[in-house]
């Protein structure tokens, strides 16, 4: 009914940026909460940033592990269903397989918002 699909990941130096997106498609009614994820191998996945939908067509309230405070920005844009993760400054303990999530209430139910999850992207912070 609904999918994430992301885009971006790559190889990057430390110390360089990379911005990855991801978008919403499907039957949808609205989106509640985006963020990111991300997961290491033989390890848990951890919250990256989220961003809960605001008032406006664009942004809403964000929160960030303090990993990545300072460095990472996440942002959404309501009107096209996607949300981006700007990585700046980014360090070798940022590898990982990045992750794109969303809340969302289809058009068949939207008294129910499904968790959604992306088929995850992979970065590499490497010299």
């Known amino acids: 009914q609904v999918q994430l699909v992301e885009s971006g990941g790559g190889l990057v130096q430390p110390g360089g940026s990379l911005r990855l997106s991801c978008v919403a498609s499907?039957?949808?009614?609205?989106?509640?909460?985006m963020g990111w994820y991300r997961q290491a191998p033989g390890k848990g996945r951890e919250l990256v940033a989220t961003?809960?939908?605001?008032?406006?067509?664009?942004?809403?309230?964000?929160d960030y592990a303090d990993s990545v405070k300072g460095r990472f920005t996440i942002s959404r844009d309501n009107a096209k269903n996607t949300v981006a993760l700007q990585m700046n400054n980014v360090k070798v303990e940022d590898t990982d397989v990045y992750y794109c999530?969303?809340?969302?209430?289809?058009?068949?139910?939207?008294?129910?918002?499904?968790?959604?999850w992306g088929q995850g992207t992979l970065v590499t912070v490497s010299s």
């Open positions: 999530n969303a809340r969302i209430r289809t058009m068949f139910d939207p008294f129910r918002a499904l968790e959604v």
């Open positions: 499907g039957s949808i009614f609205s989106i509640d909460a």
């Open positions: 961003i809960v939908k605001g008032g406006s067509t664009e942004g809403g309230s964000t």
